[in-house]
């Protein structure tokens, strides 16, 4: 519509002939500023006059505001100045409705079910007669209608709204808006009866949409039958037995007989046809919003515009969209929300990537989950728009962090960042182990050694077979070392080309006699020798008949030889510490000068390479340093975390003095407290000895000590100055409350915090 149309109905003048494609009423969904007209209202919680400014400033140049404003700061701007802007903007819609008087216009009240009704018969009848216009989200208001009704186009068959009321005389403008031809009463019941003298006088106010209807639908419900017949005496009833879905079908079939109503709509659950918008955090400051209702232009701009609220300057706008039941046009989305990033599943928008948004196409959920997760998103605000029939929930999970539960949050980010500081450490040439074993650590093996893999690790390394059979199943090809072989397992090492560590003669001669009985030939073996770590591996008197042995045969081949140092983090040892080097050396030269081809050689773990990196040889080990816990103080802040293990709050409760908490009683509350129930308990790997005031967790950047004695699957900690509520986030060990704190408390080291805790608490991987 045209400013001097507008002028017209308002009872004003303009020459301008700009087109107004928006009549907005809340700044927050402003979209194109040139082609908006502004209604400053006025209601009980906020004044609209107070963001002219703002949008003044945005490129808005039209307004309709009450009579007093000052309009001179504003000298390019047109100004409609009325008594009454809420009558004006219902002006503006009673308008557009004459102008599309032929079309049918279904009108839905009723106490409950007004919105599902609607989507209901949406979704039946855009299947036969798109493009259909109807009222966005539950715009059923005095501002909701006249909003609704201005998205009436030339192209639309039909067009669905909705009106309610809660005071008596609000149906009267409504229905002057919306004029309908065929009318729905969902149901009745005592909701927002406060004003109404009675169920039958509610009734009657609810019929007057109808008042020129020559059929309406409802169910048997005597009170609405009768208000109907009162105020709506040419009309034609139609009395529906059943629920939503049947009051629906019938008023769909009345307008086509020849719609035959999907099989699909029976069992629907009935709660995916209201719009309700799921906001959370996700990891890599990521915020999802998540909508399955009817997918269509209309829906997909009313979840833009909520997920706009929730924007911020850090967030790219993402938006994953399942195939539109109408003709959206995606393209002219993208440009009027300043889409980043378009991602349609089961459609193809033609869009490309251009300079301003990226585009990619799934044919399904599917193959969107077998190419992408939450570490392929970063920084976006991501909007997943699916429909009732296709949900897209899958996507959802697989991106939304887990709430209300345990988990391990790995950043693989992290991992990269320390595998390469450590490699800065050591010459070019010199290789990297990465140790994941005992599940990497407790984080998990499997996606810590695709990293390394892609990162250039000369070898992983696990304790036992089990272990670097279950990287093979996930695809991992990269050389294994596997640290503690079982002598009954070598068909299962073969196969999966599995590189054992061999620390005696007697692994030695098993490992040989399997070997040839499979036929075998120079299969790669790593020798370890104990050169004062006392744990395992050959010694000096030995090495003899170990040359012997490995001369005498051809089934397997040393690739490289190796040892343990058992006090590299220990500063006040260091002379033991040279004494390992010194016999290293020695022994490994004596095992070279006995073979007849190269070997590489490898002594420095983590420590090792931080205090005594000229002794690199070939190889390094990296274990703890790789999971961003340093064995010395030195280089603690070059370090990332990798491992952040987080729970939330699950209940809440005020004890005062005397109360006891927990198991024995061991808990003693001496002041007025909060105290937090939080689902984690020594089941899931947090020690029974940090309980007791012993340890704290942290919970909106405060130290809550935990109180009483720690459960199987929960613990109690007191949140009393933490200003906590149900659903908070608690970290247990992470980048605020290192894993560190936890060892020290309990007298052990961080592997044994990390390898602890349970397989049954979930592990998320990200990346930076």
Same mark, same amino acid.
């Given at each position: 519509?045209?400013?001097?149309?507008?002028?017209?109905?308002?009872?004003?003048? %303009?020459?301008?002939?700009?087109?107004? %494609?928006?009549?907005?009423?809340?700044?927050?969904?402003?979209?194109?500023?040139? !082609?908006?007209?502004?209604?400053?209202?006025?209601?009980?919680?906020?004044?609209?006059?107070?963001?002219?400014?703002?949008?003044?400033?945005?490129?808005?140049?039209?307004?309709?505001?009450?009579?007093?404003?000052?309009?001179?700061?504003?000298?390019?701007?047109?100004?409609?100045?009325?008594?009454?802007?809420?009558?004006?903007?219902?002006?503006? &819609?009673?308008?557009?409705?004459?102008?599309?008087?032929?079309?049918?216009?279904?009108?839905?009240?009723? #106490?409950?079910?007004?919105?599902?009704?609607?989507?209901?018969?949406?979704?039946?009848?855009?299947?036969?007669?798109?493009?259909?216009?109807?009222?966005?989200?539950?715009?059923?208001?005095?501002?909701?209608?006249?909003?609704?009704?201005?998205?009436?186009?030339?192209?639309?068959?039909?067009?669905?709204?909705?009106?309610?009321?809660?005071?008596?005389?609000?149906?009267?403008?409504?229905?002057?808006?919306?004029?309908?031809?065929?009318?729905?009463?969902?149901?009745?019941?005592?909701?927002?009866?406060?004003?109404?003298?009675?169920?039958?006088?509610?009734?009657?106010?609810?019929?007057?949409?109808?008042?020129?209807?020559?059929?309406?639908?409802?169910?048997?419900?005597?009170?609405?039958?009768?208000?109907?017949?009162?105020?709506?005496?040419?009309?034609?009833?139609?009395?529906?037995?059943?629920?939503?879905?049947?009051?629906?079908?019938?008023?769909?079939?009345?307008?086509?007989?020849?719609?035959?109503?999907?099989?699909?709509?029976?069992?629907?659950?009935?709660?995916?046809?209201?719009?309700?918008?799921?906001?959370?955090?996700?990891?890599?400051?990521?915020?999802?919003?998540?909508?399955?209702?009817?997918?269509?232009?209309?829906?997909?701009?009313?979840?833009?515009?909520?997920?706009?609220?929730?924007?911020?300057?850090?967030?790219?706008?993402?938006?994953?969209?399942?195939?539109?039941?109408?003709?959206?046009?995606?393209?002219?989305?993208?440009?009027?929300?300043?889409?980043?990033?378009?991602?349609?599943?089961?459609?193809?928008?033609?869009?490309?990537?251009?300079?301003?948004?990226?585009? !990619?196409?799934?044919?399904?959920?599917?193959?969107?989950?077998?190419?992408?997760?939450?570490?392929?998103?970063?920084?976006?605000?991501?909007?997943?728009?699916?429909?009732?029939?296709?949900?897209?929930?899958?996507?959802?999970?697989?991106?939304?962090?887990?709430?209300?539960?345990?988990?391990?949050?790995?950043?693989?980010?992290?991992?990269?960042?320390?595998?390469?500081?450590?490699?800065?450490?050591?010459?070019?040439?010199?290789?990297?182990?990465?140790?994941?074993?005992?599940?990497?650590?407790?984080?998990?093996? @499997?996606?810590?050694?695709?990293?390394?893999?892609?990162?250039?690790?000369?070898?992983?390394?696990?304790?036992?077979?089990?272990?670097? &059979?279950?990287?093979?199943?996930?695809?991992?090809?990269?050389?294994?070392?596997?640290?503690?072989?079982?002598?009954?397992?070598?068909?299962?090492?073969?196969?999966?080309?599995?590189?054992?560590?061999?620390?005696?003669?007697?692994?030695?001669?098993?490992?040989?006699?399997?070997?040839?009985?499979?036929?075998?030939?120079?299969?790669?073996?790593?020798?370890?020798?104990?050169?004062?770590?006392?744990?395992?591996?050959?010694?000096?008197?030995?090495?003899?008949?170990?040359?012997?042995?490995?001369?005498?045969?051809?089934?397997?081949?040393?690739?490289?030889?190796?040892?343990?140092?058992?006090?590299?983090?220990?500063?006040?040892?260091?002379?033991?510490?040279?004494?390992?080097?010194?016999?290293?050396?020695?022994?490994?030269?004596?095992?070279?000068?006995?073979?007849?081809?190269?070997?590489?050689?490898?002594?420095?773990?983590?420590?090792?390479?931080?205090?005594?990196?000229?002794?690199?040889?070939?190889?390094?080990?990296?274990?703890?340093?790789?999971?961003?816990?340093?064995?010395?103080?030195?280089?603690?802040?070059?370090?990332?975390?990798?491992?952040?293990?987080?729970?939330?709050?699950?209940?809440?409760?005020?004890?005062?003095?005397?109360?006891?908490?927990?198991?024995?009683?061991?808990?003693?509350?001496?002041?007025? %407290?909060?105290?937090?129930?939080?689902?984690?308990?020594?089941?899931?790997?947090?020690?029974?000895?940090?309980?007791?005031?012993?340890?704290?967790?942290?919970?909106?950047?405060?130290?809550?000590?935990?109180?009483?004695?720690?459960?199987?699957?929960?613990?109690?900690?007191?949140?009393?100055?933490?200003?906590?509520?149900?659903?908070?986030?608690?970290?247990?060990?992470?980048?605020?409350?290192?894993?560190?704190?936890?060892?020290?408390?309990?007298?052990?080291?961080?592997?044994?915090?990390?390898?602890?805790? #349970?397989?049954?608490?979930?592990? @998320?991987?990200?990346?930076?």
């Amino acid at each position: 519509m045209k400013l001097n149309e507008i002028a017209n109905i308002l009872g004003g003048k %303009s020459d301008k002939d700009t087109t107004i %494609s928006q009549l907005l009423t809340d700044s927050r969904n402003l979209i194109k500023p040139e !082609e908006t007209l502004f209604f400053a209202l006025k209601t009980a919680g906020n004044d609209g006059h107070k963001y002219i400014k703002e949008l003044y400033d945005k490129g808005v140049r039209a307004f309709v505001v009450e009579d007093g404003f000052d309009t001179a700061p504003y000298p390019d701007a047109t100004f409609w100045i009325v008594k009454d802007v809420l009558k004006a903007l219902q002006e503006i &819609a009673k308008d557009v409705r004459s102008k599309f008087a032929n079309i049918p216009v279904i009108g839905i009240t009723g #106490s409950r079910g007004k919105t599902i009704t609607k989507e209901l018969l949406n979704q039946i009848l855009i299947w036969h007669h798109k493009p259909i216009c109807r009222s966005p989200r539950s715009f059923n208001s005095q501002i909701g209608v006249p909003l609704s009704i201005w998205e009436i186009n030339a192209n639309d068959n039909i067009a669905i709204f909705e009106a309610g009321i809660s005071q008596p005389s609000e149906m009267a403008a409504l229905e002057e808006m919306i004029k309908p031809t065929i009318g729905v009463f969902t149901n009745l019941t005592d909701e927002h009866q406060a004003a109404f003298d009675s169920l039958s006088q509610k009734a009657r106010e609810k019929a007057k949409l109808f008042k020129d209807c020559k059929n309406v639908f409802c169910p048997d419900d005597p009170a609405i039958i009768q208000a109907i017949k009162a105020e709506c005496p040419n009309a034609r009833i139609h009395i529906v037995e059943g629920g939503l879905i049947e009051l629906a079908e019938n008023v769909a079939q009345f307008i086509d007989d020849s719609i035959i109503v999907r099989k699909r709509l029976r069992g629907t659950n009935l709660e995916k046809f209201v719009p309700r918008y799921d906001a959370c955090e996700t990891l890599k400051n990521c915020l999802i919003v998540y909508d399955c209702y009817t997918c269509d232009a209309r829906s997909i701009k009313d979840a833009l515009n909520y997920a706009r609220r929730h924007a911020n300057a850090e967030r790219s706008l993402t938006l994953i969209v399942s195939k539109p039941d109408d003709d959206a046009d995606l393209n002219q989305l993208v440009k009027d929300y300043h889409i980043n990033r378009l991602i349609t599943i089961g459609i193809d928008a033609k869009l490309g990537d251009s300079a301003d948004c990226i585009y !990619e196409s799934y044919s399904s959920e599917q193959e969107f989950l077998e190419k992408r997760s939450i570490s392929d998103f970063s920084n976006e605000l991501i909007v997943i728009k699916g429909s009732p029939f296709n949900d897209l929930q899958a996507i959802k999970a697989a991106l939304e962090e887990p709430r209300h539960e345990t988990i391990m949050e790995v950043n693989l980010g992290a991992i990269t960042h320390n595998f390469n500081y450590y490699r800065s450490l050591m010459p070019k040439s010199s290789g990297m182990v990465a140790m994941v074993k005992a599940a990497g650590y407790g984080v998990g093996a @499997i996606e810590l050694a695709r990293t390394l893999q892609s990162q250039g690790a000369a070898y992983l390394a696990v304790a036992v077979v089990d272990e670097g &059979a279950e990287l093979r199943r996930a695809g991992i090809t990269m050389p294994i070392i596997v640290m503690n072989p079982m002598s009954t397992n070598y068909q299962a090492l073969f196969e999966n080309k599995l590189e054992p560590s061999v620390f005696s003669l007697r692994e030695l001669d098993l490992l040989l006699e399997n070997a040839s009985r499979l036929g075998i030939k120079d299969y790669p073996v790593h020798i370890k020798l104990d050169t004062g770590m006392h744990r395992l591996g050959f010694i000096e008197t030995e090495l003899d008949a170990l040359i012997e042995r490995l001369n005498s045969q051809d089934n397997v081949k040393v690739s490289s030889i190796f040892s343990h140092l058992a006090t590299a983090d220990c500063l006040d040892q260091d002379e033991y510490t040279m004494g390992q080097l010194n016999t290293f050396e020695d022994m490994s030269s004596r095992i070279m000068a006995g073979l007849n081809y190269p070997v590489k050689r490898h002594i420095l773990n983590t420590a090792g390479m931080m205090r005594f990196p000229e002794y690199h040889y070939d190889m390094s080990r990296l274990g703890i340093g790789l999971y961003g816990v340093s064995p010395i103080e030195q280089d603690k802040d070059k370090l990332q975390v990798v491992a952040r293990l987080t729970t939330t709050i699950i209940s809440l409760k005020h004890w005062e003095p005397g109360a006891t908490i927990g198991y024995g009683r061991r808990g003693k509350i001496t002041k007025p %407290s909060e105290i937090a129930t939080i689902p984690i308990g020594y089941a899931d790997g947090l020690d029974r000895h940090l309980g007791n005031g012993n340890a704290y967790v942290l919970i909106n950047g405060v130290q809550c000590p935990i109180i009483g004695n720690i459960c199987m699957d929960q613990c109690m900690v007191d949140v009393t100055t933490a200003n906590a509520k149900i659903g908070d986030k608690v970290e247990i060990f992470g980048e605020n409350a290192p894993v560190e704190r936890l060892s020290d408390t309990l007298g052990t080291i961080p592997y044994e915090i990390l390898t602890s805790i #349970s397989p049954r608490v979930k592990r @998320i991987y990200f990346r930076e």
